[in-house]
Each structure stands twice: as C-alpha cells, then as structure tokens.
C-alpha cells in the first residue's frame, strides 16, 4: 500500500521555522507571510523587554542547510562563509523594502541561525551587486542569533539600517559644513572664563553638538561625553546667571571632547564611503563620496588656516 511521502525539503523547512522561533526572544513577535513567498518568508516585530512594541519591523528570508563550511579568517579572528546563489531579481524587491531585510540561514546539524544584514553587505559589494546574475551573502559565526553577543550585533545592524537615510543626510550636512564645525570648535578653547556664551554661539554649540551625537549613535561609536541637559544645568548651578545659559568655562572643557569625536566620526565615514562601501558611494552620492575622498582626518587645520 503506497502513502504520501513527505519531502526533504519540507522537513529542511519545518526545521528551520522551529530553530528561528527558539533563536528570537520570546517576546518578539513573528509573522509568516501566507502570501506567495517572493523573497520574504516573514517579518519580525521586536518588543522591548518591557513588553513596549513601538513598531521595530524587519524582514526575513529563511533558508535551511544541513551544515556550513567554516574557514577561519586570520585577519578578523573568526569563522565566517559565504552562502551564494541568491538571485538579483530576489535582491532587487529586498533594496525595494521598506523595512531593514535579513537573510537568516539555519545550520539544522547545530540547531543554531546565523544572519546576514542585506541591504548593508549588497552596499559592500555593490559592482558585483549591478553586473552579475546572483550574489553571495557572508556569513559570521559571531552573527548567530541564538546567542546574547550575536542578538545585540543583529539588534545594532538593524538600528543601523533603519536609520541609513539619517546617517546619509547627517554625512552630508557635516562634510559640507566642516570647516565650520571644526573652526567653531578649535576657536571657542581657552577663552575668558567668566564671560557668556553667546546665543548664536550656543545655538551653534547645540548644533554640532547633536550631530555629532546622532552621528556616534548611528555608527555604533560611545557617547562619553555628558548629555546636553546636564550641561546646561551644571553651568547654571555654577554661574547662577539669570542672562547667560552658558559661559566659556563650560565651552573650554567641552570643546576637545567635541573635537576628538568629530575625529572619530570622520575616521568611520570616510573608511564607510572611501573602503567598505565605495562603490555604493561613488555611484549614488558622488559629491559626498568627493568630500570623503577629500578629507584629511589627520590635517582638519588646513581646513580654516
């Protein structure tokens, strides 16, 4: 008597659902599309610890695999490997989404699922991305869902993604305006103590201040340097001026705090736009791709002198 078999294939996928839905917290919210799967398999609605849902969506593209083939990379201290033969057609409608996409491959002989930031790495080889038929996307042993250290680094990649268009227009705003950010900050050093900031000034101070700030945010660079609230009330609490918010002495100790983090976010810009993404770069934002090009971290005083 014959019966229905059930595929490999269909096993390979159930698999895979279950190691996704034991690699995500609990609370996370997992959506299966019952629509016809044209590259999406399902979307993920993080939730705060707290239980707080505040619309942190992404996408997924699952694929199972019995095992991976591993290979060590010296230079970056890891196993990593390449899973290939995505079609550029499917990769097309992901840069098309709305919402940051990954492509999460389960190794069912481990049970464990490792994830690749889409829109981020077709950035990184984005040549190969417009002249071949298919692309391969990397994988990292670090970058395992299931694992504390690993759901952080997917949690950054998804932050990162969906703040890519702020990162691109705050790029802009402070490679066009450096001269006048680094100038402001070298000139406002070692002044008279005693004396108020002026308003144009603070407003500028304010400026910089939350560009650099957003800037360290998007690019995962610590923020080490006090919040602007406390600034202000530190500065109150010793002046007790009822004209002036803030005075010079504040400006003396904050101003090199500014400066070495101009220089961090410049260095991670400019190795972003010139390195790891340069094509990308050149191709859609060629006149900052041109400012980072220009840029010398090392010599921003030839930028006002």
Do not use: A, G, P
């Given at each position: 008597m014959k019966y229905p078999k059930r595929p490999p294939t269909h096993i390979k996928e159930?698999?895979?659902?279950?190691?996704?839905q034991h690699s995500v917290p609990s609370e996370w919210m997992v959506r299966g599309v019952s629509e016809r799967d044209y590259g999406i398999d399902c979307y993920i609605e993080m939730v705060g610890r707290d239980g707080s849902v505040r619309g942190?969506?992404?996408?997924?593209?699952?694929k199972g695999t019995e095992s991976?083939?591993?290979v060590h990379n010296e230079?970056?201290?890891?196993?990593e490997t390449k899973f290939s033969g995505i079609k550029i057609e499917t990769i097309n409608y992901w840069m098309n989404l709305a919402v940051p996409v990954f492509l999460c491959i389960a190794e069912t002989s481990t049970k464990r699922l490792y994830f690749a930031p889409v829109k981020q790495q077709v950035r990184n080889?984005?040549?190969?991305?417009?002249?071949?038929?298919?692309?391969?996307?990397?994988?990292?042993t670090d970058h395992r869902l299931d694992d504390e250290n690993g759901l952080l680094k997917f949690i950054i990649c998804y932050i990162q993604e969906k703040n890519f268009k702020e990162l691109t227009e705050l790029s802009r705003l402070l490679l066009i305006h450096l001269p006048q950010y680094y100038g402001f900050i070298i000139e406002n050093q070692e002044l008279d103590p005693f004396l108020g900031v002026e308003p144009d000034d603070e407003l500028m101070f304010v400026h910089i201040y939350l560009t650099l700030h957003n800037l360290c945010n998007l690019l995962a660079i610590d923020w080490d340097i006090?919040?602007?609230s406390d600034i202000f009330h530190e500065d109150k609490e010793t002046w007790k001026d009822s004209y002036y918010n803030l005075h010079n002495l504040t400006f003396t100790k904050l101003m090199p705090q500014l400066n070495n983090k101009l220089v961090e976010v410049l260095t991670s810009i400019?190795?972003?736009?010139?390195?790891?993404?340069?094509?990308?770069?050149?191709?859609?934002?060629?006149i900052i791709y041109q400012k980072a090009i220009e840029l010398d971290v090392s010599n921003l005083d030839s930028l006002i002198f």
């Open positions: 159930t698999e895979s659902w279950k190691i996704l942190d969506l992404l996408s997924i593209q699952l991976l083939n591993w230079k970056q201290k890891r196993q080889q984005y040549k190969k991305y417009k002249n071949q038929q298919s692309l391969s996307f990397l994988l990292r006090k919040w602007l400019k190795k972003i736009m010139t390195e790891y993404q340069s094509d990308f770069w050149e191709t859609k934002q060629y």
